[in-house]
């Protein structure tokens, strides 16, 4: 659905048909998930409950449907086929918030739930309940069938549905701290109680949960893993950077980091195994194998359009690398970079082979700390390339990486206080 198409009433998702992009059907929508928020700001809508041809449900991530459209959803393909958990902050749109009663603000008076409706935001991939269709009149029998004016409100023109601001459970402390961004709020999470820790970790979702780890001091992702169960732990995993995830496994016992590997998707495992099996403080142990590659014959267009991807690292959105197939890392041979600023001087038909910055040799998975640092250093770089004996990419490593690695240990226990300078009052 793109921004600024029609609101989808969940009503008309109920049952509708789940394809892959091949056109496979691969199930059918039986539920939606929500997050509620405080006070009267819209739910989030976190995924599909999608029933399999075997009968299990599992979850679709919002973040995983590129389209819902004429009876149907499209889903990128890529399931997680473990079984559907509800969490402690979840809805299930159709079960919960159907059929119930709520308040209308503006006369106190109460009504039925018959449906709500769901909307893209602009420019986002982000999904929200922002409307709210009811039927007025007293309370008695079937809401469905009952007799009463119905119409169709604002979220925030009701109330019964959101988490009270007091209270102090974990959802609701989710909630307040839902705008904060992953390094804040892992310095929220530092700072809270074990137990205080262990609830508002298990309520998470498994993104926001990787980036917030990803975050956190050593000690607190041990700790933090640890109480997790162990398919919940591996998704986690799957979610994070791989090379935060093979920093995070490399602490953990043998035992527990092989039963971890093996509960996790073959790929990402993969990709895993690959890192651990490089020092830590050198580029192969730095780098993400997840960088934007592209073949020789893809143009100026095909590239703007893989950095828009806002799931990338401002670092890793900077440039391109243009490598024979295969694409996935290792790949074919490494030809050169193309910067980002160099994508937008150049017509969208221009092919990126033709823009290859091939005169700045790229890093050695060996390369130790101090070279990788020299290296950005020299070249003003953001991300740099990663190439092995024979020619082929193996990732990038990016300087917030670089950064991490050469701060001293303790470095996310400084406050770092912005308006210093700032005279007080300002």
Known sequence: MAAGAPRIFVSHLAGVPVFDPNGDQVGRVRDLVAMLRVGRRPPRLLGLVVELSTRRRIFLPMTRVTGIQSGQVISTGVLNVRR???????????????????????T???????????????????WEIDRVFVRKGKSGGTFRRAKGETLTVEWSAVTGF?????????????????????????????HLSPKRRAEVAAALDDDR?????????????????GKLKEERAADVLEAMDPDDAADLLAELP?????????????????DVRRL????????????????IVLRPDATVADALASI??????????????VCRPPDETPTGKYLGTVHFQRLLRD???????ALVDDDLMPLSPDAALPVVAGFFATYDMVAAPVVDESGSLLGAVTVDDVLDHMLPEDWRETEFHLDEGAPHGA
Not at 84 to 106: A, H, K, S, Y
Not at 168 to 175: K, M, N, T
Not at 209 to 225: C, G, K, M, N, T
Request: hydrophobic share 40%.
């Open 162 to 190: 959101s988490l009270e601001e007091h209270g102090q459970g974990a959802e609701s402390l989710l909630a307040t701290f839902e705008q904060l961004r992953p390094a804040d709020l892992a310095n929220v999470l530092h």
């Open 84 to 106: 559907f958990e509800q969490r402690p902050t979840e809805r299930l749109v159709i079960g919960e918030l159907l059929d119930r009663r709520v308040t209308l603000v503006e």
């Open 254 to 270: 043998e035992e527990d980091k092989e039963r971890l590997l093996t509960l996790m998707q073959p790929d990402d495992a993969a």
């Open 209 to 225: 949960l990787a980036d917030v780890l990803e975050e956190l001091p050593e000690d607190d992702q041990i700790e933090i893993l």
């Open 347 to 353: 017509p969208p038909y221009t092919l990126v082979s």
């Open 276 to 291: 651990m099996a490089y020092e830590e403080k050198t580029a192969g142990g730095l780098m993400t194998t997840e960088p």
């Open 108 to 126: 106190g008076e109460e009504v039925a739930v018959l449906d709500v409706a769901v909307h893209q935001l602009p420019a986002r991939r982000d």
């Open 308 to 321: 828009r991807n806002q799931d990338l690292s401002p670092a890793l959105a900077a440039q391109v690398y």
